[in-house]
């Protein structure tokens, strides 16, 4: 396997760089011996997705480790809806192949552009009050830990099945993923306009009555539109005209959006204005469509973002004192609030380790105004109700603090000192939310 010469590699945001030597192996047998060799003279390697986290997680400062050859599925039963993937295999692949096999995933962020291994090793997730993270629909997966060997890890050794599925990268390079999927689906959205007022007071009702819900909240304003998913009979077919598809979501989301973000970095005193004339231009809009094209929306205005994900309970009033502080301070914040649910589930450094969530993130345009003061206060507000941050979204925190978060942190370090004592999979981020 060659090595690349090093070159500067930044995170989709552009807010982290390294200038790692890369090394692409084709197969998993490669990535056992390019994890061996590291090892065996002292570097530090870390694998990559596709650079989708806004934190430094995936920042290789010796050997970056890039998987993209680690493509496509390995083998698929349409009967049990069981399908191995290799990790390196980018959603959008994925979700493309699975409808080939009249299967579906359970459920989906807002984009297809991260690996399989990626979106999982940070506990990405979707929304829906019965559909917990991506991590919890894998029912197995191949490791190769840092000393090179590799493992098929499963329920058959819970302790390692319940770290590696949401593994940060700390524990082993994940080569293969089997995934519990659905029967292909598909989803009737519906979008529309109203008041914070109006949908707040009612939101554990509206989490609890669709498959999928969320909300996005015009800061500055007190308006929002909600998005509710419901799953729709196969024959049901009441497309979205192409028109108006490609107005809402390549024009107006992205296109318009990434322009006006453009000049309003120079005139931020406009900003909160022009939320209200945003939130106001939103009108309602309904149709159904494949599972994934519901969930996944193109993305080309960059931006950084931090989420926190909060006893689902809490979410009215982490919203609540965000406004407050928003009325406030008049913060030139151009992007909405994106509120989001899902299930519990039982992976150790999952967000959702047994506990219902609402996800709440907060968002600045990469020209606009600095983020620091927004996020802080947010992080503020969601330390008050046990917030736990997702690993791939800006926070602050640190081991000690993500250990009173989190009941199986310390056992995650004490597996991690097992499996990595000289770690090689090691890099700062990691130094900082699970120590040394
Ligand atoms: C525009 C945008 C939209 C987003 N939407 C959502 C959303 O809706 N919901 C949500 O929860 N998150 C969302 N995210 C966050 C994103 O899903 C996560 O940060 C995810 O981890 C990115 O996946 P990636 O493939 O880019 O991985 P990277 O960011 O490259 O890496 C993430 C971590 O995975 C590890 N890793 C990668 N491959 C392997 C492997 N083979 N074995 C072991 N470890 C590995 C890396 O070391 C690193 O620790 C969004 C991000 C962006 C930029």
Same mark, same amino acid.
């Given at each position: 396997?060659?090595?690349?010469?090093?070159?500067?590699?930044?995170?989709?945001?552009?807010?982290?760089?390294?200038?790692?030597?890369?090394?692409?192996?084709?197969?998993?047998?490669?990535?056992?011996?390019?994890?061996?060799?590291?090892?065996?003279?002292?570097?530090?390697?870390?694998?990559?997705?596709?650079?989708?986290?806004?934190?430094?997680?995936?920042?290789?400062?010796?050997?970056?480790?890039?998987?993209?050859?680690?493509?496509?599925?390995?083998?698929?039963?349409?009967?049990?809806?069981?399908?191995?993937?290799?990790?390196?295999?980018?959603?959008?692949?994925?979700?493309?192949?699975?409808?080939?096999?009249?299967?579906?995933?359970?459920?989906?962020?807002?984009?297809?552009?991260?690996?399989?291994?990626?979106?999982?090793?940070?506990?990405?997730?979707?929304?829906?009050?019965?559909?917990?993270?991506?991590?919890?629909?894998?029912?197995?997966?191949?490791?190769?830990?840092?000393?090179?060997?590799?493992?098929?890890?499963?329920?058959?050794?819970?302790?390692?099945?319940?770290?590696?599925?949401?593994?940060?990268?700390?524990?082993?390079?994940?080569?293969?993923?089997?995934?519990?999927?659905?029967?292909?689906?598909?989803?009737?959205?519906?979008?529309?306009?109203?008041?914070?007022?109006?949908?707040?007071?009612?939101?554990?009702?509206?989490?609890?009555?669709?498959?999928?819900?969320?909300?996005?909240?015009?800061?500055?304003?007190?308006?929002?539109?909600?998005?509710?998913?419901?799953?729709?009979?196969?024959?049901?077919?009441?497309?979205?005209?192409?028109?108006?598809?490609?107005?809402?979501?390549?024009?107006?989301?992205?296109?318009?959006?990434?322009?006006?973000?453009?000049?309003?970095?120079?005139?931020?005193?406009?900003?909160?204005?022009?939320?209200?004339?945003?939130?106001?231009?939103?009108?309602?809009?309904? %149709?159904? =469509? $494949?599972?994934?094209? /519901?969930?996944?929306?193109?993305? #080309?205005?960059? +931006?950084?973002?931090? @989420?926190?994900? &909060?006893?689902?309970?809490?979410?009215?009033?982490?919203?609540?004192?965000?406004?407050?502080?928003?009325?406030?301070?008049?913060?030139?914040?151009?992007?909405?609030?994106?509120?989001?649910?899902?299930?519990?589930?039982?992976?150790?450094?999952?967000?959702?380790?047994?506990?219902?969530?609402? %996800?709440? =993130? $907060?968002?600045?345009? /990469?020209?606009?105004?600095?983020? #620091?003061?927004? +996020?802080?206060?947010? @992080?503020?507000? &969601?330390?008050?109700?046990?917030?736990?941050?997702?690993?791939?979204?800006?926070?602050?925190?640190?081991?000690?603090?993500?250990?009173?978060?989190?009941?199986?942190?310390?056992?995650?370090?004490?597996?991690?000192?097992?499996?990595?004592?000289?770690?090689?999979?090691?890099?700062?981020?990691?130094?900082?939310?699970?120590?040394?």
């Amino acid at each position: 396997m060659r090595s690349r010469r090093r070159h500067t590699w930044s995170n989709w945001a552009g807010n982290v760089t390294d200038s790692a030597e890369t090394l692409a192996p084709r197969t998993p047998e490669e990535v056992a011996e390019a994890v061996r060799s590291a090892a065996g003279e002292g570097r530090r390697i870390r694998p990559v997705g596709s650079g989708h986290s806004f934190t430094a997680v995936a920042q290789a400062d010796d050997l970056r480790l890039d998987l993209h050859h680690l493509s496509g599925i390995v083998s698929a039963d349409r009967h049990t809806g069981r399908v191995r993937v290799l990790a390196g295999t980018p959603l959008r692949v994925l979700n493309q192949a699975l409808d080939w096999l009249g299967l579906a995933m359970p459920n989906l962020g807002d984009i297809d552009a991260q690996t399989l291994a990626g979106a999982t090793s940070t506990g990405t997730h979707g929304t829906g009050a019965g559909l917990p993270g991506l991590a919890a629909g894998i029912v197995g997966l191949r490791l190769v830990t840092p000393d090179g060997q590799e493992r098929w890890v499963d329920e058959s050794d819970p302790e390692l099945f319940g770290a590696a599925r949401v593994g940060l990268g700390a524990l082993g390079v994940v080569t293969e993923i089997e995934l519990a999927c659905l029967p292909a689906y598909r989803l009737r959205a519906v979008e529309s306009p109203d008041e914070l007022d109006a949908v707040l007071p009612r939101i554990q009702e509206f989490f609890d009555a669709h498959r999928h819900f969320e909300m996005y909240w015009f800061p500055g304003t007190r308006r929002v539109q909600t998005k509710a998913n419901d799953l729709v009979p196969d024959e049901v077919d009441e497309p979205l005209p192409e028109w108006r598809r490609r107005l809402d979501d390549e024009l107006l989301s992205n296109t318009v959006f990434g322009a006006v973000n453009r000049v309003l970095a120079h005139v931020p005193r406009a900003v909160l204005p022009f939320n209200a004339v945003a939130a106001r231009a939103l009108s309602q809009r309904s %149709y159904t =469509a $494949v599972s994934h094209e /519901v969930f996944v929306t193109p993305r #080309t205005v960059r +931006f950084v973002e931090s @989420e926190y994900a &909060v006893p689902r309970e809490a979410v009215a009033d982490v919203l609540t004192d965000l406004h407050a502080w928003v009325e406030r301070r008049r913060e030139p914040i151009s992007f909405p609030v994106e509120v989001r649910v899902a299930a519990p589930d039982d992976i150790w450094l999952s967000t959702g380790h047994e506990r219902a969530n609402a %996800y709440v =993130a $907060v968002h600045q345009h /990469v020209r606009g105004a600095d983020p #620091t003061a927004y +996020f802080a206060a947010f @992080e503020e507000i &969601v330390a008050a109700h046990a917030g736990r941050p997702h690993w791939g979204k800006l926070h602050t925190l640190d081991a000690e603090r993500l250990s009173t978060l989190y009941p199986r942190h310390g056992d995650f370090v004490a597996l991690r000192d097992r499996l990595d004592p000289d770690r090689v999979l090691a890099n700062d981020y990691l130094d900082r939310v699970l120590g040394p």
